[in-house]
Every structure is written in C-alpha cells, then in structure tokens.
C-alpha cells in the first residue's frame, strides 16, 4: 500500500510538473518582444528551481514537457513538414540539460563545501548565469540545426534568450523553490531552520508594503507609457526602496512571493501599455530587485542568527538559566534603575550543599539531572521581577530588585523549603541548599555586592549549611539535616 502511495504520488508529482511547464511556457510566448526572446521565460525558472530542490528526478518530466512544447510549436508553424524528431530533442535537451547541470553543481556545492547563506547565494547566482547561458547558446544551435534560424539570426537573439531566463530565474525561482517544497514535503524547513523559521508579522502590514510596491510601479509605468521617453522608465528603480522595505521586515516566503508578484506585474504592465520598446530597462529593473531582495533575506536571517547567539551567550545551556554574563549584564541594568529609583536590591548567592560529592561519586550525569530539577524548582518559585542564574558549578545568583530585607529573607527561606521538600535521595539524603543574602549599599556596584553575598554565603556553610544568612548577621532556616 505504502509501495502505491510512494509510486502515485512520483506520478502526479511529475504530471504536475509536465502541466506546470508547459502552461508557463505559453504565458512566456505571450510576452515576447521579438521572435525567441521574451522579457522573462518562466520555464527556466520552474526548470532550474525543481532541479535544485529535487536534483535528477524532476529532469524526466521537465524533458517530456520541453519535448512535447517543442513538437507542438513546430506542427503549429510547419504543419507540413516532416517532424525532425532529432532535432526537437536535441531542442528539449539543451533546455533540460543544462539546468540539470546549473542545479546538480549548487546541490553539490552547498552539501559538500557546507557554507553559510551568503556564500550559498553567491553560487546559486553565478551558477543560474551559467546554466540559462549553456541554456541560451545551446538552445539556439538546436533552432539553427532545424532550419528555424540561420547563422546571423542565432548570433541575434542568443543574448536575450539567456537574459530572459535569468531574469525569471532570478525572480521566481526562489518562490518556486519554496513552493515546490511546501507541495511535496521534501523538508527544507527543517533542514534550513534559521532561514525560514523567521517570523511573520501581522498580514496587513505585509499586503501594505505589497501594495506600496505595486502603486509606484504602476505610476512609473503609466508615466512612462504617457511620455514615451526612456529617461522616464528608469523612475521604477526607485521601486527597489519599499521593495527593501518589505524583505527585511517580512518572512523569506513573503518575501520571495512579493517578489514574483512585483515581476509579474512589471511584465503584465509592460506588455499592456505596449512598453517593449524599454524591455531592457525593465530586465535591469527586475534583476536589479530580485538581487537586491535576494541578499535582503540574509539580513532578516543575520539578525534571527545574531539573536540565538546572543541567547547561547547569554543562557546557561544545562540549567536553562541565564548564565554568569547575561546575568552580569541583566543585574547592571537593575542596579542602575534600582539607584535611579531610590529601591532596594537583594543579592542571594546559592550554594548546593556537598554537590561535589554527587558528582564524584554517582557521576556528573546524575549530578545534572539534580542540578536541573532544583533550578528548575527554584526559577518556578521566584517572581517575575527576579534574576535566577548559574554562576558557575552548583553555584547559582539571585538577583531581588524592589525587596527589602525581610522580604528577601522570607522569599530566599521559601526556596530553601521547597528545595529541601523535593526529597532527592542522594546517598541516602536530601539535597538541600544554602543561600548568603545582603542587601546593596548606597553606591556599591554589582561586584561589590557579589563579594558580600559569597562571604555571607561562606560563613553560612561554616555554620551548618542549609540555612539563610543575612549580612553575616541574621539566621533563618533549619539547621542542617542531611549531612
């Protein structure tokens, strides 16, 4: 069952290319400003975007799909000519091939050199160059090789051909390729997480900047169609601005749909107010975007990849608290309201008793496992206002901002009973802790406060462990159980 699954699913993935195909390669022959140049070719962009995300297994369908376009636009302008079947192949091949090529090598360059998005940008932009030129120069031998060209007329329109393709490549290859994925399931999500796990923001604001982009496309190329001079078109290079706007604040998949909605827009214009006269501005014009949108996605991914290395640096990665520096950082900060406000800020340094112990003799596994379940229980109990930390070992920094005295007293008690009452059974006893509490004075810094607490802390173990000690002065807690 699961076998017919499999080979169902192969064959409406492949007739669903076929159709694809060949649907958009009629869209493109609309579009044509002179014989075999279009001002994009759709097909290279599917051709090149299945094959990089699906490598040699979309090829079959993509060749039948190129052999059959080939043979019914050759009945429908020779209709009483002999099919050259050869030919036609090698037509559908040139297409074919030399994507197959373009999407094998940046498969390969991406798995095996392991670079980072930039790079990986870079190869797939000179390699989609490379392959709609093989495509281009190849394509147009195979018309002269017909008959449909002679020497001088391929020498004509290979140059557009290959810009063609590379401007739709450019402009829709990347919607495509997510596309692609998201329809077959082929995982890129989870294999490319700090790339498209970058979040949406609210639809509106999207289908606003959307729409930006459109009314100033539109405007430029009504002006453009009104004065009819080429001066005039480059007005929509200012496009490029709310179209920055747009993909350094929305997700790769916003994006990269905004973007083949701006392309099919500027094609559809230019064809509509009879614009062809300026194909080659509005090419550079969608190039120009569709890079520029394209190195815009890694600012997005910079900042989610600056964001998750601030938080590695900032978290402890076994306890999940924040680690000795983001709390350093967090308890500058609360200390400088804390003055500014006139409050109160308590520090406790914790302390596990004999936690050394555990670790030499049952294992530094079975010592993480307690470690986490009393930070866990301790960062449960604290208020929301609180800083819990690791400083180091079993050491851990609670930070009190807005507590007085008695109050830290009360909470610092609380924890240390609901640490006692997990009832961890190491060597027969229970895991308790030892807090060292002081309060900050007028114009002490962290570090200062911090050396109190660890010598109240010290003096709170000499006297037994498992107790609160305030200042070096006032005891509150049990006297030690366990130990």
């Known amino acids: 069952m699961s076998r017919f699954r499999s080979i169902t699913q192969t064959a409406g993935l492949h007739l669903a290319l076929m159709l694809s195909w060949m649907l958009l390669y009629q869209s493109a022959g ?18 090149f975007a299945a094959m ?13 799909a190129s052999l059959l376009t080939s043979l019914l636009h050759f009945q429908q302008n020779n209709a009483a000519e002999q099919v050259p079947c050869l030919y036609l192949t090698l037509t559908a091949l040139a297409h074919t091939g030399s994507y197959l090529i373009g999407a094998l090598l940046l498969r390969v360059f991406i798995k095996t050199a392991r670079v980072n998005y930039s790079a990986a940008l870079v190869a797939c932009l000179v390699l989609a160059a490379v392959a709609a030129f093989l495509a281009a120069y190849a394509g147009s031998w195979s018309l002269q090789f017909e ?34 994925d998201k329809l077959t399931a082929n995982s890129l999500a989870a294999r490319l997480p700090w790339l498209l796990q970058h979040g949406n923001g609210p639809l509106p ?34 496009l490029s601005l709310p179209a920055m706007w ?32 300026f194909a080659v501005v509005y090419q550079f014009t969608i190039a120009m975007i569709s890079v520029s949108m394209l190195y ?104 009190l901002p807005d507590t007085t005295e008695n ?5 610092c008690e609380r924890l240390r009973e609901s640490v006692e009452q997990l009832r961890i059974q190491v060597f027969q006893r229970h895991v308790t802790v030892t807090f060292g509490v ?14 109190r607490a660890d010598k109240t802390l010290l003096k709170a173990k000499q006297l037994g462990r498992n107790r609160v000690e305030f200042g070096g002065e006032s005891i509150i807690g049990a006297t030690e159980n366990e130990v």
């Open 407 to 411: 109050e830290a007293m009360q909470l």
């Open 147 to 180: 008959g449909l060209l002679d020497n001088s007329g391929r020498q004509e329109i290979w140059l557009g051909w290959w810009i063609g393709d590379l401007v739709a490549i450019l402009s829709l290859s990347p919607f495509l390729v997510l596309l692609i």
């Open 246 to 277: 747009l993909v350094y604040t929305e997700s790769v998949w916003r994006s990269f749909s905004g973007l083949a909605v701006i392309s099919l827009a500027i094609v559809l214009l230019m064809a509509s107010l009879d614009l062809a006269a």
């Open 438 to 451: 002081c309060t900050q004075q007028p114009e002490e810094g962290f570090s200062q406060l911090f050396l």
């Open 296 to 399: 815009g996605t890694a600012v997005p991914v910079l900042q989610s990849t600056n964001q998750q290395l601030l938080h590695s640096l900032q978290t402890d990665p076994l306890t999940g608290l924040l680690s000795r520096q983001g709390f350093f950082e967090q308890a500058e900060i609360l200390l400088g309201w804390a003055k500014q406000h006139k409050g109160n800020v308590c520090l406790a340094v914790i302390d596990l008793d004999h936690f050394k112990q555990v670790n030499d003799v049952l294992g530094h596994q079975v010592g993480d496992k307690v470690l986490q379940q009393v930070c866990q229980t301790l960062n449960n109990q604290i208020r929301q206002q609180d800083l819990l930390g690791r400083f180091g070992g079993d050491e851990l920094l609670l930070l």
């Open 52 to 64: 990089t995300l699906l490598g040699a297994r979309a090829f079959p369908a993509l060749f039948l």
């Open 30 to 47: 609309l579009l044509e400003y002179s014989p075999h140049a279009s001002l994009w070719y759709p097909p290279a962009a599917l051709s």
């Open 205 to 238: 604001d999207f289908l606003l900047k959307l729409v930006v982009c459109l009314l100033l496309l539109i405007v430029s190329m009504l002006m453009a169609h009104q004065i009819r001079a080429q001066e005039v078109t480059f007005l929509i290079l200012s």
